[in-house]
């Protein structure tokens, strides 16, 4: 990971100073769905030990009129907060600040997201584990591309141009994003893989029981009658027949046949 040291003396940097230092040498790491469990532990890591922390989208938009930007102070932030609820998030950066000696430690990060199709629920793997009661590091966000319950999406003009005029890859984006959910799409799919894993955990125990009550077989029940009192006095004749025998003689073993004939 990359790492920048800014000399400031007792100053704060400012947001413009962080992101102008990163992006001068582009010492910044790019994270996406292919490095994701590599560098979550160092992101989240910084992110517990940092003084503070700075972070920013890129949004496929921002206002959903062009028109909202002269409407007043008063009304502007509310017209931001409107678009932001509107616009699906394509980049977000991170920058991690921790005072180092005179200065200030800077760790930024640029996460490329994208909402992909889910195939969680459906990899018996992710399953398994979950019934046998085990996690499974497949459902973080790098590997689980769940995506909203809508493929669509808002987009604006006026945002792509401005993203496309500063270099935004969004090949990579689509391609390699890191898949997220909101809140709300995220209770939805764990309810619907936590009744998944009842089920199967559910099918398991039963073939469990099945099994086990196939492997010790009852023994037959005869109805009392004259069929029940011949079975147990045959049964009697032939135990006496074998105790009464000395010289264990009773015990014939059934000779095999030559398969072939001497002539």
Same mark, same amino acid.
């Given at each position: 990971?990359?790492?920048?040291?800014? @000399? #400031?003396?007792?100053?704060?940097?400012?947001?413009?100073?962080?992101?102008?230092?990163? &992006?001068?040498?582009?010492?910044?790491?790019?994270?996406?769905?292919?490095?994701?469990?590599?560098?979550?532990?160092?992101?989240?890591?910084?992110?517990?030990?940092?003084?503070?922390? #700075?972070?920013?989208?890129?949004?496929?938009?921002?206002?959903?009129?062009?028109?909202?930007?002269? =409407?007043?102070?008063?009304? &502007?932030?509310?017209?931001?907060?409107?678009?932001?609820? @509107?616009?699906?998030?394509?980049?977000?950066?991170?920058?991690?600040?921790?005072?180092?000696?005179?200065?200030?430690?800077?760790?930024?990060?640029?996460?490329?997201?994208?909402?992909?199709?889910?195939?969680?629920?459906?990899?018996?793997?992710?399953?398994?584990?979950? &019934?046998?009661? !085990? !996690?499974? @590091?497949?459902?973080?966000?790098?590997?689980?591309?769940?995506?909203?319950? !809508?493929?669509?999406?808002?987009? !604006?003009?006026?945002?792509?141009?401005?993203? @496309?005029?500063?270099?935004?890859?969004?090949?990579?984006?689509?391609?390699?994003?890191?898949?997220?959910?909101?809140?709300?799409?995220?209770?939805?799919?764990?309810?619907?893989?936590?009744?998944?894993?009842?089920?199967?955990?559910?099918?398991?125990?039963?073939? #469990?029981?099945?099994?086990?009550?196939?492997?010790?077989?009852?023994?037959?029940? =005869?109805?009392?009658?004259?069929?029940?009192?011949? =079975?147990?006095?045959?049964?009697?004749? =032939?135990?006496?027949?074998?105790?009464?025998?000395?010289?264990?003689?009773?015990?014939?073993? &059934?000779?095999?046949?030559?398969?072939?004939?001497?002539?």
């Amino acid at each position: 990971m990359s790492l920048i040291t800014a @000399s #400031t003396r007792n100053s704060l940097p400012s947001l413009a100073a962080v992101a102008l230092g990163s &992006v001068r040498g582009r010492q910044f790491s790019v994270v996406t769905r292919h490095n994701w469990e590599k560098l979550r532990p160092t992101l989240l890591k910084e992110i517990e030990k940092c003084d503070f922390l #700075t972070f920013d989208f890129e949004l496929t938009g921002l206002l959903l009129s062009q028109e909202d930007r002269h =409407i007043g102070l008063d009304k &502007v932030y509310e017209a931001y907060c409107s678009g932001a609820r @509107s616009f699906m998030p394509l980049q977000m950066g991170l920058c991690a600040v921790t005072r180092h000696d005179r200065g200030w430690r800077l760790a930024p990060f640029s996460v490329y997201m994208w909402p992909q199709r889910s195939t969680t629920i459906n990899r018996p793997a992710v399953l398994q584990s979950a &019934v046998n009661g !085990s !996690s499974s @590091s497949s459902s973080s966000p790098g590997q689980s591309k769940d995506y909203p319950e !809508s493929d669509a999406f808002m987009v !604006s003009v006026t945002a792509m141009n401005f993203l @496309s005029e500063a270099g935004f890859d969004l090949n990579e984006c689509i391609k390699n994003g890191v898949g997220w959910l909101r809140p709300d799409q995220e209770r939805a799919k764990r309810s619907v893989l936590e009744q998944r894993i009842a089920e199967i955990r559910q099918m398991k125990q039963q073939a #469990t029981a099945k099994a086990a009550s196939e492997a010790t077989p009852a023994s037959p029940e =005869i109805a009392p009658g004259p069929d029940l009192d011949m =079975i147990n006095s045959v049964k009697g004749t =032939i135990d006496e027949w074998l105790r009464n025998d000395p010289h264990g003689t009773n015990n014939l073993e &059934v000779g095999g046949r030559k398969p072939i004939y001497e002539t």
